[in-house]
């Protein structure tokens, strides 16, 4: 993709729908931490000259979705609408339907022949086994109904094989980049030597865990669960919006989503043919054991370790333990004994060989690291260096997701597979540049700013959705402490439609593939989780702020 | 399996049945209550049934039906209502999710949603037979997806063992809070009043009609005491109860080859059980009888918690 196209497609100032994508970020980061540190790589000059588009590509009707948007539409899609004459029929406006892409032909044709009525009650349906089967995350600090339904909308959002195949390549090629950066970040640091990355963006990163230096985790891989998150712009454009190569939540909901989708249409999958996901948890089962360390005896004992029943991804942690067969531990479970790390079981303390941790680094050992930590094992680094148990992720990854390293993915694909980036970053503007600065403060209604190492979606500038004087406010921020901000271009995010009373309805929508990593090779599930921001307009896509998720369809071919 | 699964699932099971018997002890007040022209006085009775009464009388000045039926079932501050102990068995059943089926959790689930619906403002007494009722149908289908199915492996046994020590426990405090009752009528025939008492105490654990099949119409303290207390054929009886905790530790020692001290303390506890008659007991007293139960019966709960290593 040459650099003109790269900016054309991105670019989309000071539009409507573009509510920011700093909060759709926000929404996404359900895990980062940010570093504090300067950004000193030179600007790309392609990253420079906005250009603007027109319209957001939808996934199922192709362009030409932006009046749909326009003040005066009602809610529904042009492509289908609802027919009060004939109570119960969808159908379709000749004129938009020519669009209609080809992953979504056999469903568009079971839509149009399905009665809305029945729809309806079909979603309410689906609703009500989410809340039977307690598919919630929690809320913090709520004491009462502290637990919430994400919603889930029942029109899937197809990916052809084609697409997919090159997606996969895209992000196994960065998840390998991804595992031979921490590889070297721990140990000689070749690219740093290389001045591809300055040095202080390491040694000065919060993310850093200066702990890992020298380890060799088991079967050396330090991400064994990666999760990327994708957006799209048009027909082939993909951009990833961040990785996440802590502890990448939702993979739930995918399995979830698609169980209720056979449940309630299973006549969909037979004329559609969908490439399963069911496997996932065999497959993590199988990767977290082919990690074993050298300590193992005998089938290695795989355990979850969940910070508890409070925390708001419990419900996974307990859904994927149950569905791999393993134990679900807290760290009272577990203890430090005769190098190895037990549980404690109704016949005594039994050695756990692979542990796939939900619980941030931080909160992993109160001897090494946080010692106010009440959630981790006390001891467990130690026998982690000496190779008596597999940490899944491995402490430390969190330097290769961190928001200030992601504007240098490009680099690091480069350097550690020798070959072009598959799949694009979102170009990002480091503010202790002067070019970049400069750039940024002429642009300011048209982009996101954010602080590089600020969380909860505070202390940054949506500049689409900003009134002069919070641009005029913040630009003396920026210009106090330019080195605190990057600042990234709104993207015009696809949309697929949802189902409403009125209608189909498009709605902005992100992606987050999941991916193991094992001696054994990447596996990608196809598919992923498609998170959709459910208020009209809206790029935000945050379970808490009226976001929701659908089935993500990925097609044999 | 971990100790702390054990423990949630035995806990679980505890609330559950407790969940239950309490429902069933108002549905008893309240019946009491309809024939008597002091009712409330009847309610003190109840809620020593329950083992609340302390909390109880340091929340209130007086007992009135309205207040007791508001505390047993809705009231958060009394940690065993109904709503309560069904919030706590839902929270075990999340910790220990991984151990249930998906029939069992839904199940439980479901039911916390409904009652704690349900629950939410106080019941005025036309609603309260109902609500009752729905209090034991939940428990009920719980207690069916359960049965249906679970694998009969240590997760059931330690499932059982909690439903059984509060069920031993709960018919306990129940035969011993009418023991009044029952024991000047071990020498005499009782007044009507009695009778209706005595039926009420059978209804409570839904064994009338079990009773007439055993005792035929004479309804007898003697008889009542001896059906809820020594019976192994009922169900909700004490008999019953420790025979099925002896049954569960059996299995579990066979499991894991090894006989921890709970359950020779609830074999021992099983034995001098049925060495008596309940001429013997009603003799010995009634009451230092169900206080020596309870407390046999507590201390097999707290040995097994240790024993399987429930807590760290």
Known sequence: MNAARLARGLLRPGTPVAAGLAAFRHGLALASTLPGCPIVQPLRPHMIEPMRMTSTFDEMWGRGMGQAQSSDCEDAAPGLQVQAARPGRLTQAQTMYEGLRPPYRAFDDWLRAENPARLLKKQREAEEVFRLTGI??????????????????????????????????????????????????????????????????????????????????????????????????????????????????????????????????????????????????????????????????????????????????????????????????????LRVMDGRVAMRTTTGYKPIDVLYRRVDDDYLDPLNFNPDSGLGVPGIFDIYRAGGITIANAPGTGIADDKAIYSYMPDIVRFYTGEAPILQNVPTWRCNEPAALAYVLDHLPELVVKEVHGSGGYGMLVGPTSSRKEIAAFRDKLLARPGNYIAQPTLALSTV????????????????????????????????????????????????????????????? | MLGKTAGGLYWMFRYLERSENTARFVAAGQRIALTRSHADDEWTGVLQTTATWDAY?????????????????????????????????????????????????????????????????????RDLPQVLTLVRQRSAHVRGAFAGTMLRNDIYNFARLGTFIERADNTARLVDVKSYVLLPSSQAVGSSLDNVQWETLLRSVSAEGAYRMTYGQDVRARNIAQFLLLDRRMPRSLAFSVGKLVDNFHFLSDSYGTRPPSAAQAQALHDDLLSSGIDEILDRGLHDYIQDVLRGVAAVGSQTEVDYRFYA
């Open chain 1, 136 to 333: 919630t995350f929690n809320v913090y600090g709520r004491a009462e109904a502290a637990e919430r339904l994400i919603p889930f909308d029942i029109i899937p959002r197809i990916i052809s094989g084609r697409e997919w195949a090159r997606l996969s390549r895209g992000i196994e090629q960065r998840v390998r980049a991804i595992n031979a950066f921490l590889h070297d970040i721990y140990h000689r640091q070749e690219i740093v030597r290389a001045g591809r990355i300055p040095v202080e963006m390491i040694a000065r990163n919060a993310a850093f865990l200066p702990q890992m230096i020298g380890i060799e985790p088991p079967g050396g891989v330090y991400t064994h669960i990666v999760g990327i998150d994708l957006v799209r712009t048009g027909e082939d454009e993909f951009f990833v919006l961040e990785d996440n190569a802590r502890t990448p939540s939702g993979v739930s909901y995918m399995l979830e989503n698609r169980e209720t989708m056979f449940q309630m249409f299973p006549e969909l999958f037979s004329r559609n043919r969908v490439r399963p996901v069911s496997n996932y948890p065999r497959n993590l089962r199988r990767s977290l054991a082919a990690c074993a360390p050298a300590a193992t005896a005998g089938d290695p004992v795989v355990a979850v370790l969940t910070p508890g029943l409070y925390n708001s991804a419990y419900y996974e942690h307990s859904f994927l333990a149950d569905k791999m067969g393993v134990e679900l531990v807290e760290g009272h479970d």
């Open chain 1, 497 to 557: 439609p949802i189902f409403t009373r009125a209608g189909l309805a498009p709605r902005h929508v992100d992606l987050r593939p999941y991916v193991l990593v094992s001696p054994e090779g990447v596996t990608i599930t196809p598919g992923g989780l498609t998170r959709v921001a459910l208020r009209k307009g809206s790029l935000v896509v945050n379970s808490s702020q009226g976001g929701g998720t659908k089935d993500t369809w990925v097609l044999e071919e």
């Open chain 2, 57 to 125: 009388r340091a929340k209130h000045g007086e007992v009135t039906q309205d207040e007791a039926v508001h505390w047993m079932l809705c009231d958060r501050d009394n940690s065993s209502s109904v709503l309560r102990v069904v919030e706590a068995a839902r929270n075990n059943a999340r910790l220990v999710r991984t151990a249930l089926t998906r029939e069992v959790w839904e199940s439980v689930n479901e039911s916390w949603m409904i009652l704690k619906e349900a629950l939410s403002q106080r019941v005025s007494e």
